[in-house]
Nanobody, 127 residues
Framework: QVQLVESGGGLVQAGGSLRLSCTAS????????MAWFRQAPGKEREFIAA????????NYADFLKGRFTVSRDIPKNTVSLQMNNLKPEDTAVYYC????????????????????WGQGTQVTVSS
């Protein structure tokens, strides 16, 4: 059984920053690709970023334009998403996802490709 727990969401003003964390438990994650997605009300879940657990390869959605950074802390089994210069359109529930790197590379951007999901954390950006 794989468990993913997100934390760090909240309310922030436009231009501010937040750091989300996803802690994984249940098995060793040295062979897992970890990804972040988000879903705004009435919209489809969209890809944000992904990182390979063992090699630190990364991939980002083009629309981010360098505002977000994904990183991982292997000893803590944690993946983080640093979000800077937040905009009201970044308001959404943010989800952490995982799957085996042998199956899922950092270029896997469709939500349906990932087997394991966290419960999500709300990020609200006020204007």
């Amino acid at each position: 059984q794989v468990q993913l727990v997100e934390s760090g969401g909240g309310l922030v003003q436009a231009g501010g920053s937040l750091r989300l964390s996803c802690t994984a438990s249940g098995r060793a994650f040295s062979s897992y690709t970890m990804a972040w997605f988000r879903q705004a009300p009435g919209k489809e879940r969209e890809f944000i970023a992904a990182i390979s657990w063992s090699e630190s390869n990364t991939n980002y959605a083009d629309f981010l334009k360098g505002r977000f950074t994904v990183s991982r802390d292997i000893p803590k089994n944690t993946v983080s998403l640093q979000m800077n210069n937040l905009k009201p359109e970044d308001t959404a529930v943010y989800y952490c996802a995982a799957d085996l790197s042998a199956i899922r590379s950092v270029f896997s951007v469709r939500p349906g490709l990932y087997r394991y999901w966290g419960q999500g954390t709300q990020v609200t950006v006020s204007s």
